[in-house]
């Protein structure tokens, strides 16, 4: 263990990390000063810089920890640090847990292309390592002419873009096939969209890691970030990374080649704890109500998804299944002024009520009530989840003029989908080739 005193912890390209027997994931006293130790190592022969071993990722939730194992892959030694006392308690865990597909994002984003392969990464993964999942297919309903053409311009873009199937459903088979959903013009089915267990998908990916040789240090929230002093951009010759002891608030230093912010709801602070005030970036905050639904009729087996509203924040009050079959609905777009204002609004059940019942008139809206809810990280005061006006997409990149740096801003829907293959792309961005999966 460290003193208690600010303490400077540098991992030498020699040097492995180490987990101790114990769990790193405790609740109780997992600050990274209590589950690290170093083992020194011969340098392997290939390593050509003395810092090029190590990473850390700044970040529990599912993208630091896809971003962490897909690390940890490469044999480096890699550290996760996470503020809470458990991986995966913000925006991971407060979403729809749908695989989506790949179909809203237009051509050239990072969000289709993201997308489209984290899904095929996800499925593998979760059919490998049992992680719950269901591919429950989806229908986008059109009520209006307006809707249908936007579908019919969506079902052309997966056929003719992206390879992504669809299929068109008339008025007639929803009528028969539908289970009491309304779609006056027809639906898009998705048969790819399906639904994960996001909690088990965050536990397995954490083991994944933690076998891989990974660390990962709860309680630690990253107060400051200072690029090593030396000759060359700020960051080649590695970052200085300090996070303050959750419990005592004690500061500590860690030094490692490469910082990867994947900090969610706290990444622009992250970033903004690097660059000069004049980069500094704002976040906005849109969050999403979710309201349970405790009837058992009309009972729903796929996923229904209203026609997507051009320059929205979000993809409509949809319906969606947990993995036991349970409706719930969600979520609207409520702009909030606090990442911390995470009580749904119950005032916002009688519009959820309204919108609902566009597609499924018969819901019993006396077995709704308020369940949970999530906040999107916005880059833009009202930027758009899928593509048209306002359309935000993903920022993953190495930052311009600073070396070991990747920063991951925005990272709202279909984030859980794209969680592994966003694994990949760092990688790529970092070592310039990712390992196969
Ligand atoms: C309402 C809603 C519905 C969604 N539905 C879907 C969906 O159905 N399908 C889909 O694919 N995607 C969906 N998403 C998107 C998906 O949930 C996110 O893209 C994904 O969870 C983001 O993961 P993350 O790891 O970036 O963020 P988070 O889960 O928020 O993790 C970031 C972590 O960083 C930690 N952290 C922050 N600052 C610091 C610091 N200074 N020091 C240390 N740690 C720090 C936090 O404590 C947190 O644990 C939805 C999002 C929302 C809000």
């Given at each position: 263990m460290l003193a208690a005193s600010a303490s400077k912890f540098t991992v030498k390209p020699w040097t492995k990390l180490h987990r101790l027997a114990f769990s790193s994931t405790a609740a109780s006293k997992a600050d990274f000063t209590h589950v690290v130790r170093l083992i020194p190592h011969p340098p392997?022969?290939?390593?050509?810089?003395?810092?090029?071993a190590t990473s850390q990722v700044i970040g529990g939730g599912v993208i630091g920890l896809a971003v962490a194992r897909q690390l940890a892959?490469?044999?480096?030694?890699?550290?996760?640090?996470?503020?809470?006392?458990?991986?995966g308690t913000e925006t991971s865990s407060r979403n729809s847990e749908v695989i989506h597909a790949g179909i809203y994002y237009g051509a050239g984003s990072l969000k289709t292309r993201l997308c489209v392969r984290g899904k095929h990464l996800l499925y593998g993964l979760c059919e490998r390592r049992g992680v719950g999942h269901a591919r429950t297919g989806k229908w986008i309903v059109a009520q209006n002419d307006a809707q249908r053409d936007a579908l019919e311009r969506i079902h052309a873009f997966c056929r003719d873009e992206v390879g992504v199937p669809t299929r068109w459903v008339g008025a007639r088979e929803v009528e028969e096939r539908g289970e009491g959903v309304r779609a006056a013009k027809g639906a898009l089915e998705s048969p790819t969209t399906g639904i994960v267990d996001s909690h088990g998908l965050m536990v397995c990916l954490q083991g994944l890691f933690e076998d891989?040789?990974?660390?990962?240090?709860?309680?630690?929230?990253?107060?400051?970030?200072?690029?090593?002093?030396?000759?060359?951009?700020?960051?080649?010759?590695?970052?200085?990374?300090?996070?303050?002891?959750a419990h005592t608030g004690s500061p500590s230093t860690i030094t490692a080649s490469s910082m990867v912010n994947a900090a969610g709801l706290?990444?622009?602070?992250?970033?903004?704890?690097?660059?000069?005030?004049?980069?500094h970036k704002r976040l906005y905050y849109a969050k999403g109500n979710y309201f349970s639904y405790s009837s058992s009729w009309p009972s729903v087996s796929r996923l229904i998804y209203p026609a997507p509203?051009?320059?929205?924040?979000?993809?409509?009050?949809?319906?969606?299944?947990?993995?036991?079959?349970?409706m719930r609905f969600g979520p609207d777009v409520d702009w909030v002024e606090s990442p911390d204002d995470l009580?749904?609004?119950?005032?916002?059940?009688?519009?959820?009520?309204?919108?609902?019942?566009?597609?499924?008139?018969?819901?019993?809206?006396?077995?709704?009530?308020?369940?949970?809810?999530g906040i999107r990280p916005k880059l833009a005061a009202a930027g758009a989840v899928a593509t048209g006006k306002g359309f935000?997409?993903?920022?993953?990149?190495?930052?311009?003029?600073?070396?070991?740096?990747?920063?991951?801003?925005?990272?709202?829907?279909?984030?859980?989908t794209s969680s592994l293959a966003i694994g990949e792309m760092v990688e790529e961005l970092l070592?310039?080739?990712?390992?196969?999966p």
């Open positions: 392997p022969s290939t390593r050509v810089s003395p810092l090029t892959r490469r044999d480096t030694s890699t550290l996760l640090v996470e503020r809470h006392a458990a991986v891989a040789g990974g660390v990962v240090a709860l309680n630690s929230p990253v107060t400051a970030i200072a690029p090593v002093a030396g000759s060359g951009a700020p960051g080649s010759h590695g970052w200085e990374i300090t996070v303050r002891d706290g990444a622009v602070a992250v970033h903004n704890m690097v660059v000069p005030p004049a980069q509203e051009p320059g929205a924040g979000g993809l409509g009050t949809h319906l969606t299944l947990d993995l036991g079959g349970r009580a749904v609004t119950a005032t916002r059940q009688q519009q959820a009520v309204a919108e609902i019942k566009k597609y499924l008139p018969g819901i019993d809206e006396t077995a709704l009530e308020p369940d949970y809810a935000q997409d993903f920022v993953i990149r190495k930052e311009d003029g600073y070396d070991g740096w990747v920063n991951l801003l925005g990272i709202e829907s279909p984030g859980l070592y310039g080739a990712a390992t196969a």
